[in-house]
């Protein structure tokens, strides 16, 4: 595709529930990268990919977090057991290398109940 | 670490004035600075950024802005604004050595254009 697309666009989940956000980066971007962005915030870093491997989860703000991209494309971001302070838009950006341009997908907006 | 402070939340304009959007950062270590606007629903957009080099850089859409290391500032500037620049603009910061992927932004500076 053209650019970053994410899904769904919007989620609504009940607090406990687990839910699973998807994103497809822009063919051939070997970097993938998660940002989480709090209502009236800016977007804060999550975690960093290099094909497959997750170099970075520093940003990841608890253990019930967790993101994966097996093969090297598509990448999911899990979120277990929800709470309402994880409502918020989930970004994610890829770019060609690690150091390049980040392009990011139009979100997630995830509201917890 | 890198932080951000975008001074205005809202900046209020009319069509064919000229705009600033302010922002400063803080930062230990040399520093990469961009800036993204993101209309709404739609993913944020890369304006211009500054790595190295001449101070004024400029981006797309008329947009330009100027890197001051003293002043620890990189505000953005349109001579002329549009109805078509209404959005929500971010500054963002990262270091110029590793780890110069993590991006950190500022709270976002809403410019509206008003006819």
């Known amino acids: 595709g053209a650019g970053v697309s994410q899904s769904p666009r919007y989620k609504v989940a009940k607090r406990g529930q687990d839910v699973a956000l998807r994103c497809d980066p822009i063919s051939g971007h070997v970097s993938l990268f998660w940002y989480q962005q709090a209502l009236g915030q800016g977007p804060e870093f999550l975690t960093y990919f290099q094909n497959e491997a997750q170099l970075d989860k520093s940003g990841l703000p608890s253990d019930r977090f967790f993101a994966e991209r097996p093969e090297g494309s598509v990448s999911t971001l899990k979120i277990q057991r929800t709470q309402q302070e994880d409502s918020a838009v989930y970004l994610c950006a890829s770019s060609l290398a690690w150091s390049d341009t980040q392009y990011f997908g139009p979100g997630t907006r995830l509201t917890v109940l | 670490a890198q932080s951000v402070t975008q001074l205005d939340s809202q900046v209020p304009v009319f069509e064919e004035a000229p705009v600033e959007l302010r922002c400063n950062y803080s930062?230990?270590?040399?520093?990469?600075l961009f800036w993204y606007v993101q209309y709404p629903n739609q993913g944020l957009q890369l304006l211009l950024k500054y790595l190295s080099g001449s101070t004024l850089v400029k981006g797309i859409n008329g947009f330009e802005a100027e890197f001051n290391k003293s002043q620890t500032s990189f505000h953005l500037r349109k001579p002329s604004v549009h109805i078509s620049d209404t959005a929500e603009y971010f500054c963002?910061?990262?270091?110029?050595?590793?780890?110069?992927?993590?991006?950190?932004f500022g709270k976002g500076t809403l410019l509206t254009v008003n006819p």
């Open positions: 963002a910061v990262s270091r110029s050595g590793g780890s110069n992927y993590k991006l950190t």
């Open positions: 930062s230990s270590v040399s520093v990469y």
